[in-house]
């Protein structure tokens, strides 16, 4: 059986590989295909492609764009991206120079509590277009101003912590038609951590393609209710690990093992994109 992991950072967002360490990883866990999905970059997408290459792995360039609907987060996955397409560069280098100046709000709120962290350490970790709290919280564990990345979330970072900035977002049916228009793929990223199953019905009639069903943080009754609605309106299923990096001393990347067929639709899904029968067995 072949297997995929279509849900992967690098250090071009918040992953702690680099491209080229990711496709080792996904060589030792015997993967026959990656998709990076760096949050709103495709820059990991070249190296992680000449590093597949050199080992005949398959690789599929894409991104995760956060994006909202109705005020509801969603992250919309996008696959098969032309990684050089001007619209999509263009509106993407937008939200990275909102990330960027988001780090900086976060650290004015962690330092009105108190907290002296300093805007360069997180710059100089980050070292990506990118950034995102993950970064701030390892700058608060590097710096010994927090036990842990865990705590660093709960106390200041979640939503509705005192360091919580709020991000400004594409709305999903433009990341949907973006996608689109660079020759990609729009799936709903982990559905069930955003716990946004209502909107669902918006996203599809934007043209959505598929949804993550297979996802580390989804139970297995969570896998089969998106696995139903995929089939309910005849969406392509795919799933990854979302790896970022160690998770508990080991890496998460295959963790979450697509069966291939998955992957064998979306390349039917490429050829023929209004095809309504394309995720039906
Ligand atoms: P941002 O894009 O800056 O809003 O950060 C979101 C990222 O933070 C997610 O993609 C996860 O990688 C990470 N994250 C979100 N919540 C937590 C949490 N409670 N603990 C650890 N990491 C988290
Ligand atoms: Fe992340
Ligand atoms: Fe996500
Ligand atoms: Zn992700």
Redo the contacts with the bound molecule.
Sequence with gaps: MKFADLHL?TQFS?GTFTPEELVLYAQKSGLACIAVTD?DTVEACVRAAAACAAVRMEFIPGA?L?AEHEDIEV?VLGYFLDTENRALLGRIAQFQTV?QQ?IYEMVAALNKLGVPLKVEAVFALANCKS????HV?RALVKEKLIGS??EA??RY??KGRPAWVP?TKMSALESVELIHHAGGLAVMAHPGLNRSDEIIPALVEAGLDGIECFHTKHSTVMSERYLEIAERHHLLVTGGS?C?GFSKNKPLIGTVKLPYEHVERLHAARQNPKSKIRNRK
């Excluded at 950034?131 to 993950?134: F, N, S």
């Design positions: 950072h918040d949050h995760e956060t992250h990330r988001r950034p995102g709290r993950p919280a990345l865990d979330f709960e970072l979640k991000k979302d970022h």
